[in-house]
Antibody, heavy 115, light 109 residues
Framework: EVQLVESGGGLVKPGGSLRLSCAAS????????MNWVRQAPGKGLEWVSS???????YYADSVKGRFTISRDNTKNSLYLQMNSLRAEDTAVYYC?????????WGQGTPVTVSS | TVVTQEPSFSVSPGGTVTLTCGLS?????????PTWYHQTPGQAPRTLIY???ARSSGVPDRFSGSILGNKAALTITGAQADDESDYYC??????????FGGGTKLTVL
């Protein structure tokens, strides 16, 4: 069974940092492109970042220079290092596997940026 | 570039509805890999359709994806009460960039 389990969310002050993790199981993690998508409270979905199976990396303009996506295929894990956090980064962050679109999602981890 | 969706739509039980996903400038094509998701409050999104028309595992064939004119389309036939949900599309804009539409709130009544 395919599973994606996010962790690492929480409350952080503006300007602070957090590292999100996504543990994958039930599929060959190294073969897939992986992504982070977020959803602010009461808002729609927003693509954040992608990393391909051969480590090409892409970011939304809203997080470029502040967030860093990475993966560890030996641990079947995806990460999102978030620095210089702002109030507008408050959202549920979802890990998603992609193949011609986001085809499988985790349950998400909430991030709140507030003083 | 903005991805456009109808803010809301309603359908009668047993009816057919087509939701669309367009671009503020230009036409949607298969090279945008249109993808459709639905989401109920408090839940994670679930993928319905990817790569324009491929149905995700476990999705009933009441859901179908296509290109209609210059937009991507999601058609739901035989609408059921539990189809009431928010529906989002996403388009690949090239250079690894994805953009979501603002979502359509579907009411079944």
């Amino acid at each position: 069974e395919v599973q994606l389990v996010e962790s690492g969310g929480g409350l952080v002050k503006p300007g602070g940092s957090l590292r999100l993790s996504c543990a994958a199981s039930g599929f060959t993690f190294s073969s897939y492109n992986m992504n982070w998508v977020r959803q602010a409270p009461g808002k729609g979905l927003e693509w954040v970042s992608s990393i391909t199976n051969d480590n090409y990396i892409y970011y939304a303009d809203s997080v470029k220079g502040r967030f860093t996506i990475s993966r560890d295929n030996t641990k079947n894990s995806l990460y999102l290092q978030m620095n210089s956090l702002r109030a507008e980064d408050t959202a549920v962050y979802y890990c998603a596997r992609s193949e011609g679109g986001f085809t499988f999602w985790g349950q998400g981890t909430p991030v709140t940026v507030s003083s | 570039t903005v991805v456009t969706q109808e803010p809301s739509f309603s359908v009668s039980p047993g009816g057919t509805v087509t939701l669309t996903c367009g671009l503020s400038s230009g036409s949607v094509s298969t090279t945008n890999y249109p993808t459709w998701y639905h989401q109920t409050p408090g839940q994670a999104p679930r993928t319905l359709i990817y790569s324009t028309s491929a149905r995700s595992s476990g999705v009933p064939d009441r859901f179908s994806g296509s290109i209609l004119g210059n937009k991507a389309a999601l058609t739901i036939t035989g609408a059921q009460a539990d189809d009431e949900s928010d529906y989002y599309c996403a388009l690949h804009m090239g250079s690894g960039i994805w953009v979501f539409g603002g979502g359509t709130k579907l009411t079944v009544l």
